[in-house]
């Protein structure tokens, strides 16, 4: 899976097997509020919604898309909206009864 999205090209299968071993799993209820803090992450199970404060308007927060399987979180130049995840505005709610991302460290 992580070899077909963008962010991972970059890396051989070596390289990617050291930065799989050094992050972790984390699972979030259903509703948990996520706060990227500078991390990149990939949805393994079940899915979240990216939401963020469009033109920096506090008052307004809005949903940008739904992050599945697959979807990196947290990387600035990638396919389908995934670049929106590095603004500081925006955040993550876990979506499923259980949203499982691996947080790279």
Not at 38 to 43: M, N, W
Not at 51 to 80: D, M, Q
């Amino acid at each position: 899976m992580f070899k077909s999205k963008y962010f991972f090209r970059r890396f051989t299968k070596a390289e990617l097997a050291i930065h799989l071993k050094k992050g972790k799993i984390q699972t979030y209820a259903k509703g948990e509020i996520v706060y990227l803090n500078g991390r990149v992450g990939v949805v393994l199970n079940g899915s979240a919604l990216v939401k963020n404060h469009p033109g920096h308007n506090l008052c307004t927060p809005r949903l940008l898309f739904k992050a599945t399987e697959g979807h990196v979180l947290g990387f600035g130049a990638g396919e389908n909206f995934e670049g929106t995840t590095v603004d500081p505005l925006t955040w993550i709610v876990a979506h499923s009864v259980q949203t499982e991302v691996y947080w790279f460290k």
